[in-house]
């Protein structure tokens, strides 16, 4: 008769280390689960009601967006709850960047953070034309139309530079701020008092000095964006690229005539991204059909799956809204994916983009956030 041996039993270490091989493998298929859903991208699109009717007052304010109802200025999170609301008065207008309000009628202007808190609101002596927002400073027009006064404030009101000699019977048009810290500003004014209209910009170092001037010509000049140390200066003709100090380099210039510039991201490294349209496709109702993208040396243009009512672009992809559907490109992909629309009616237009990754999107008189779906690399958005 066979003699049967009896099964070893496991030591307590070796039943210890499969424990520890079983945990490990378990963990490891959790991450890849985990790392598959967190990395797959958005199948859809969801939309929340905003607590504001549709108006040319409203703006993208960080990850939240701001209305002026006539009376009062709101800032109004994306998921529709009124965050603060603030008191200007009737007639007023306002500008912002991601963290900071500046709000103006007749002669009074307001400061506000990003919790609405005033820091500085007093009158400027003069009749406002309209004010800008910047890093540290805020540039605020006043006085006659022909003969305008240019007076910086910084956040806290204190005063810190003043001119009207340079705009002696011109009209300024716009005005921001740019450099690492906000410390320039750039102008634009145009001259209509010459044989020709002539747009002219002036550059400064806020609190020292007029560090160039540079006439523009006859052209519509209608946005201007501080990228890799460059301003680029967008007219109905040409992209032209000038230094911090307003000399201009003539090699840099880019032809756009027939285009009109959408939408802008500029990261803090790297190349901008500026989506344009066919100008005649956005004088008065939206009606996009193709797009064009200028970053750095790439000069890329798209035709549109559907007519569109608008488009942006944010964390370096196009978003393009129809009536029934959003559109999703990225940088390399050679066709958009559609996604469809969650609203009752159909979107009319594209308001903008918070920071955070979601759009204001108007349906009618309503007004909407909703989801922009992404790819798979994330970056930082604008």
Request: net charge negative; glycine share 8%; charged share 20%.
């Amino acid at each position: 008769m066979q003699r049967v041996k009896p099964k070893r039993k496991l030591s307590q270490v070796a039943a210890i280390l499969i424990l520890v091989a079983v945990l490990a493998v378990v963990a490891l298929v959790g991450w890849l689960v985990a790392t598959l859903l967190r990395d797959k991208p958005s199948t859809s699109v969801s939309a929340i009601k905003m607590p504001c009717p549709y108006s040319e007052n409203i703006r993208a304010f960080g990850n939240n967006l701001l209305y002026y109802d006539g009376l009062n200025i709101h800032c109004i999170s994306s998921t529709g709850s009124v965050r603060w609301s603030f008191q200007v008065g009737p007639a007023a207008g306002f500008d912002c960047d991601d963290t900071t309000v500046a709000a103006w009628t007749g002669s009074t202007i307001f400061i506000l953070d990003q919790n609405g808190n005033s820091s500085f609101n007093d009158s400027l002596g003069e009749e406002i034309q309209f004010a800008r927002v910047g890093k540290q400073y805020v540039g605020a027009v006043i006085g006659e139309t022909d003969s305008p006064r240019l007076v910086v404030k910084d956040h806290e009101g204190g005063h810190m530079d003043e001119e009207a000699d340079a705009y002696d019977k011109l009209i300024m048009l716009d005005l921001g701020f740019y450099g690492p810290e906000g410390q320039y500003m750039w102008t634009l004014a145009l001259d209509v008092f010459g044989t020709a209209p002539n747009t002219i910009m002036n550059t400064f170092e806020v609190g020292k000095m007029n560090t160039g001037e540079a006439s523009l010509g006859e052209p519509i000049t209608y946005s201007v964006l501080y990228e890799n140390n460059k301003l680029r200066v967008i007219n109905t003709r040409k992209m032209l690229t000038f230094d911090y100090r307003g000399t201009e380099d003539v090699t840099a210039s880019v032809l756009v005539y027939g285009w009109r510039l959408l939408d802008t991201e500029v990261p803090e490294r790297g190349d901008a991204l500026l989506l344009f349209a066919p100008t005649d496709q956005t004088e008065s109702l939206f009606d996009i059909t193709s797009l064009r993208l200028l970053s750095g040396s790439k000069d890329k243009r798209y035709t549109m799956p559907a007519n569109c009512v608008g488009a942006a672009v944010w964390n370096k992809t196009i978003y393009a809204l129809s009536g029934d559907q959003l559109f999703r490109a990225g940088m390399n992909d050679t066709r958009f994916t559609a996604f469809g629309l969650p609203l009752d009616a159909p979107a009319t237009e594209l308001i903008g983009t918070l920071k955070d990754g979601k759009a204001i999107v108007a349906c009618g008189e309503e007004v909407y956030v909703l989801t922009l779906p992404q790819g798979y690399t994330i970056t930082e958005g604008r």
